[in-house]
């Protein structure tokens, strides 16, 4: 699986948005970039996920530049409740006879600190 | 509401002892994982289960075993507990699907003393 590199730490004032880089040079074709997060003592939280388009949910939007190499989430309101550890993730598709099946590498993560 | 449930919260155990963690999911999922979480190591995957009775082993499987008797249900089990697997432990599962996305539990805080 492809690694990932992320800032370790990020504050963001409350109400702006917080933009989270994530660099994945080597990511291959078949591979997806996901962002999790995770807040003190839970069990990490799915985001958004995406392969070569931008993707918007209702948490989060994702931009993956042209050439796949690096990503950014973007929380377009952050609130303090948003402040948490955030995972950028490259994950082979799953697919049986595969020896992936789909797992998830994590990193170090970036701390964001959503302050008022 | 889709749940990837964990049997316990917090847990202590003694040296020795063989331990059993239970996950269970409800969205028939084929495949699930089992991390642990340490202080400035992040998520490590132990095992995971792509099927029934299917396993693989993860980056850190040693002094862990699984089972996967059933498809809702992955089990981890510490043969000999010592105080270096003392640790928070996740559990998730994940579908096929090729975007599929994975859903954790809330974590099993085991002590071993």
């Known amino acids: 699986d492809a690694k990932t590199t992320q800032p370790p730490s990020m504050d963001c004032a409350e109400g702006r948005a917080a933009n989270l880089p994530c660099n994945h040079s080597?990511?291959?074709?078949?591979?997806?970039v996901y962002w999790y997060r995770q807040i003190h003592s839970q069990g990490p939280q799915y985001i958004i996920h995406?392969?070569?388009n931008n993707e918007t949910n209702e948490m989060a939007s994702l931009i993956i530049t042209e050439d796949r190499k690096s990503s950014t989430l973007i929380l377009p309101h952050a609130t303090l409740r948003d402040t948490a550890v955030y995972y950028c993730?490259?994950?082979?598709?799953?697919?049986?006879?595969?020896?992936?099946?789909?797992?998830?590498?994590f990193g170090q993560g970036t701390i964001l600190t959503v302050h008022p | 509401d889709v749940k990837v449930t964990q049997s316990s919260r917090y847990l202590v155990k003694r040296t020795g002892e063989k331990v059993f963690l239970e996950c269970v999911q409800d969205?028939?999922?084929?495949?699930m994982f089992w991390y642990r979480q340490d202080p400035g190591l992040g998520l490590r995957l132990i095992y995971f289960?792509?099927?029934?009775?299917?396993?693989e082993k993860g980056d850190i499987p040693e002094g862990y075993s699984v089972s996967r008797e059933k498809k809702e249900r992955f089990s981890l089990i510490l043969e000999s507990a010592s105080t270096n697997q003392t640790s928070m432990y996740l559990c998730?599962?994940?579908?096929?699907?090729?975007?599929?996305?994975?859903?954790f539990g809330q974590g099993t805080r085991l002590t071993v003393v």
């Open positions: 289960s792509y099927d029934v009775k299917m396993k």
């Open positions: 998730a599962s994940s579908s096929f699907a090729e975007d599929s996305e994975a859903f």
């Open positions: 080597t990511i291959s074709g078949n591979e997806y």
């Open positions: 993730i490259v994950r082979v598709a799953p697919h049986a006879g595969g020896t992936s099946y789909g797992k998830l590498t």
């Open positions: 995406g392969l070569k």
């Open positions: 969205m028939d999922h084929e495949n």
